[in-house]
């Protein structure tokens, strides 16, 4: 592909699925503004490989931004964060936890893990390619995730999550 | 699909757009981040690469002196170092002059002969420059160019001239034209000008023999290969020269192609040099010099029993050197190595310590008419590491010479190199930081 070219594809392709990369995102960070500095990041991190990962780009982005968000959460690990939640809501039961907020108290990789696997519909191979780590370690962290999950939502049954 | 991903996928679609950067900004933006990546890249693999180099003995040593400055042009540098802690293995020239200095220092636990080059302030041993007979005289053109020192075989015995030109980077050797199977005494050495060298030498008689005095032959070499020539040199320019053994040069060899009898070559060490006037009756006194304007001279000699080797001035009279007025005076203090030349008609440049020798050895300029000495740069570990210098270098400013890094000089750029490409990641992180 030439330069132009390259870059009608990735016009194109951003217009096309950049919603749905940001709602991926959304899942994994629980920001709006967060998720889209994911997908910008992603995105103009793809232009340098366009040429390599122009014709399916869409693994290249998600594995990007699960690792750029697991490198952000490590960075900013204690640190104070602006949500849009009040802060009183942390105090509440935890069986009056919405999903939102359950996913947002899960470790990264277990979230990266069910959004994966849940919301992109990824087998368990697919997810460990995408997490660059190994099924064994997809299968250990989904199954602490479902079991924090369990204790946070009670009103997701076992067969609603389907384990 | 599960209850669990219809539960994520409501959730995902509930949140509201925020907006962003249209598909051509991130181009354009994708675009810049990889031309910065590749320039990053390309400048990690430069210094790399200026690294990987500088290690190997490709690299030039560090660079001592720094450019000549006009309009002085090349000149003495103020400082003479030993080189071989720093020096490449291979730092053996060919062509390295003409020469500002030539030193000597310890080579693969040999005594060699180096030389500065006067341009570009590189320091090179000589090829085949090892001094293999200790205390054997050399000497340093004029201009610089050629270097004429006895060469040995054994340790002990001379047995011809070799005479080096620093530009060419050829060598000869000289011998005399009844070649001695004892080999030579070395006597005094020094250039009449920048074509013709004067050596005095005594011819052994033994392969033991180390007595001086007995064949006392005085011979001219050209660099063009003429020679050996009866001398025939004016008294002004051979006068004053002296061996390191001792052996003086006194004015009266002039057309003497073998001189007859003791007076014209004199020993110096232990023996009573009260003949031919009371200039010489200084005790040890082996070195004598006369200004140009043939008002003062200098000697460097031993004041007495236990005296260090001192620079002594005295006036003479009607630009006779053998007579004088007033007494000989201790100019400065010094304890003199080496008397590299005049500077003016009453200052004198030497190599030595002032008041006690210690540390390192100092160039320094004395004043002999009113005994002012100003330190004006060092030479080296010990006050005799600088044998001579091109005379006709000695009335030009001193160059500044650049202290030795002991490091290859493509390190120290790779490092800095290094050190730039840190800083400006450094930098990019905190503005990517304080963005966040």
């Known amino acids: 592909m030439r330069g132009v070219d390259l870059e009608g594809s990735f016009t194109e392709y951003v217009v096309a699925r950049r919603a749905a990369l940001v709602r991926t995102a959304y899942l994994l960070c629980g920001d709006a503004h967060l998720a889209e500095d994911l997908v910008q990041g992603a995105l103009i991190k793809a232009v340098a490989h366009w040429r390599k990962i122009g014709d399916n780009p869409e693994p290249w982005l998600r594995r990007v931004m699960v690792n750029d968000h697991i490198s952000g959460w490590r960075k900013h690990r204690g640190r104070e964060r602006l949500t849009d939640t009040m802060p009183e809501r942390a105090a509440q039961a935890v069986q009056e936890l919405g999903l939102a907020e359950a996913l947002r108290l899960l470790p990264p990789r277990q979230r990266a893990v069910i959004v994966l696997r849940y919301y992109e519909d990824l087998t368990e191979r697919e997810t460990a390619v995408a997490l660059s780590v190994s099924i064994g370690t997809v299968k250990s962290q989904h199954a602490d995730a479902v079991r924090r999950l369990r204790e946070l939502v009670p009103t997701l049954a076992a067969n609603q999550i389907g384990v | 699909m599960t209850e669990l991903g219809t539960a994520l996928r409501e959730l995902a679609d509930r949140q509201q757009p925020v907006g962003g950067k249209d598909a051509a900004d991130l181009w354009k933006q994708g675009r810049r ?164 060298v004067l050596l005095a030498f005594d011819e052994k ?75 010489l009756s200084l005790p040890q006194g082996d070195y004598r010099q006369v200004s140009r304007s043939g008002n003062l001279s200098v000697a460097i000699g031993s004041t007495g029993a236990g005296g260090h080797t001192a620079l002594l001035a005295r006036h003479t009279l009607n630009g006779d050197p053998n007579l004088f007025e007033g007494d000989l005076r201790d100019v400065g203090d010094l304890y003199v190595g080496t008397f590299l030349g005049w500077r003016s008609a009453d200052s004198v440049l030497v190599t030595g310590w002032q008041h006690a020798p210690n540390g390192q050895a100092s160039l320094f300029e004395a004043n002999v008419r009113t005994g002012k000495v100003k330190r004006v740069g060092d030479a080296g570990d010990d006050a005799d590491v600088v044998l001579a210098v091109a005379s006709d270098l000695l009335e030009k400013p001193l160059v500044e010479a650049n202290p030795p890094t002991g490091l290859n000089p493509r390190i120290v750029h790779g490092l800095e190199l290094a050190l730039l490409l840190l800083l400006l990641a450094c930098y990019r992180y905190w503005r990517r930081r304080a963005r966040r």
Request: glycine content about 14%; cysteine-free; aromatic content about 8%.
């Open chain 2, 33 to 196: 981040r990889a031309a910065g990546r590749r320039a990053v890249s390309g400048a990690a693999v430069v210094a790399l690469a200026v690294l990987v180099a500088g290690i190997g003995v490709a690299g030039p040593e560090p660079r001592l002196i720094s450019p000549a400055s006009e309009p002085h042009g090349p000149g003495i540098p103020n400082r003479v170092e030993d080189p071989p802690g720093w020096l490449k293995p291979t730092a053996y020239g060919k062509r390295v002059g003409p020469l500002s200095v030539l030193a000597r220092g310890m080579r693969h636990g040999r005594m060699e002969l180096f030389g500065i080059d006067a341009k570009s302030g590189k320091y090179r041993f000589l090829p085949n420059g090892d001094i293999q007979v200790p205390g054997t005289p050399v000497a340093l053109s004029p201009n610089g160019r050629y270097v004429a020192y006895w060469a040995g075989s054994d340790g002990k015995t001379v047995t011809s001239l070799t005479v080096f030109d620093t530009v060419t980077g050829t060598e000869s050797g000289l011998s005399s034209g009844d070649e001695n199977k004892y080999g030579y005494i070395a006597g005094a050495l020094t250039w009449l000008n920048n074509k013709t």
């Open chain 2, 205 to 279: 008689t033994s392969p033991d023999d180390q007595t001086l005095g007995l064949t006392h032959k005085v011979e001219t070499f050209g660099v063009d290969g003429t020679g050996p020539d009866e001398a025939s040199v004016s008294p002004q320019l051979v006068a004053w020269s002296r061996a390191r053994d001792g052996s003086l040069l006194i004015p009266y060899a002039a057309s003497a192609g073998r001189l007859a009898s003791p007076p014209e070559i004199w020993q110096s060490l232990g023996s009573d040099l009260r003949q031919n006037g009371d200039f």
